[in-house]
């Protein structure tokens, strides 16, 4: 099981909306996907036409040595993928994490115990750096960046850099990004298109070739409860997150699209 996280302190670049779609176009190549929410928005949820969960247990539980991973899965057989739903209490999680030692090392053990039944695990994390994000940046096999074209987006990406460091510092680990993508991409405005030139430049081995455009399918596929693939499969943004599997695919798993 390859563990995708994705990941930026900053809000609103276009976490979930990647996490939910990718996951939907690699699940249409028959690989065997496990979504993970944990944020505590769980926005990924709702896009899933779920409910936030208010249950007994939840993911919570999970990060606080309560309960299994396995317990909280549900099957989503109209997209081909299964769902760890995000609840709002991840907000008291990380207050609570405190309580247990070395916190931030339990998701990782508990998706360890997952590892043969999924291809991929690809995990939304929430636009903070708490215990959560940590977690989730602890457990990746490889770090997906989203970012728009903006100034302040590099500037993101320079204390995500920080942050990595400093998580590989603390635990000795080799982490680091391993894909940058460009979304809500505006081909009209010239200053994005400088911007992802640079990027381009600057970060050639981290930055995709696929890029994501600003498409209002996109936005509110979410209130349909679906992925943008199983609404209109050939709307730009539905291609763009095949492309995205695509190039994964030949990345991280270098072999081509099957
Ligand atoms: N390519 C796109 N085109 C148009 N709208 C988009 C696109 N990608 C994301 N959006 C919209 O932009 C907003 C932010 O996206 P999203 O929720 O995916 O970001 P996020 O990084 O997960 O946010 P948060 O940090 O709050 O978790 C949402 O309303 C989403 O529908
Ligand atoms: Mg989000």
Known sequence: ???????????????????????????????????????SQANLTTGLGSKKTFEETTITDVLLEDASLKSLIQKKPEFNFDVIPGSPDLISAELEMARVSDPTSILKG????????????????????????????????????PLQCEHFSVEGLASMQR?????????????????????????????ARQISEKLEQALKEQVFSTIIPRC?????????????????????????????AGEIIMRFENKDVA
């Open 1 to 39: 099981m390859i563990i995708l996280v994705v990941a930026n302190q900053k809000g609103g670049v276009g976490k979930t909306t990647t996490t939910l779609n990718l996951a939907a176009s690699l699940a249409a190549t028959g690989r065997r996907i496990l979504l993970l929410d944990i944020d």
């Open 110 to 145: 508990k998706l360890n115990q997952l590892a043969h039944e999924y291809d991929y695990c690809l995990i939304d994390s929430p636009p903070s750096l708490g215990m959560l994000s940590v977690s989730a940046l602890r457990a990746a096999d490889k770090i997906i960046i």
């Open 216 to 244: 209002d399918l996109l936005a509110e596929a979410p209130s349909e409860g679906k992925p943008i693939m199983h609404i209109d499969p050939e709307a730009k943004g539905t291609l763009a997150y095949f492309a995205l």
């Open 163 to 191: 942050t990595i460091s400093e998580i590989n510092e603390a635990t000795s680990s080799t982490l680091k990004i391993d894909g940058i993508l460009r979304t809500m991409f505006d081909q009209e405005k010239e200053r």
